[in-house]
């Protein structure tokens, strides 16, 4: 079959952006692992997004995640168990249960923030050399696809 330029192009964006996501985790997961020994990356990103969002819950967390309400349940048992998070209630909705860091769990999110601050300083060479315009284009491209697949997610969980 050949391919058209368009379809090479396609190809050729998707490779590019499978390999840059592969070098990143290659390059910064090990670094990752190292400072946090005890905890899961996945726990990680959790105590991220409940630092980050208001009134985080089960439901939230399993949309940010692209888990089930059941996995997403099951990292914020593990969390709580390791002292990390505490859930609560607000007055105005007592069916609704709520996540916030303990202190060790900010301690941990203020460590990886740290992380990802050197992780950026790290890169900032290679962003320094990008125009306003080439950011512009490269940010709608990445909107206009993530909007595409939010799009055919919510269809998968519709049918």
Request: net charge neutral; no cysteine.
């Amino acid at each position: 079959m050949i391919m058209t330029n368009l379809q090479q192009n396609q190809e050729q964006i998707m490779t590019s952006l499978t390999d840059l996501f592969n070098k990143i985790d290659a390059y910064y997961k090990p670094q990752m692992e190292a400072e946090f020994s005890n905890i899961s990356l996945s726990e990680i990103e959790t105590i991220e997004f409940i630092a980050k969002t208001p009134y985080p819950n089960v439901t939230k967390l399993a949309h940010h995640l692209y888990m089930t309400r059941g996995a997403a349940s099951k990292i914020a048992k593990k969390l709580l168990k390791k002292n990390l998070v505490e859930s609560y209630q607000i007055p105005q909705n007592k069916k609704e249960i709520y996540f916030r860091l303990t202190k060790e769990g900010q301690e941990i999110n203020d460590r990886h923030e740290s992380l990802h601050q050197k992780f950026s300083e790290k890169d900032q060479v290679i962003f320094d050399e990008l125009t306003d315009e080439s950011v512009s284009n490269i940010l709608k491209f990445l909107n206009k696809y993530n909007n595409h697949l939010d799009s055919a997610i919510r269809n998968n969980i519709e049918k």
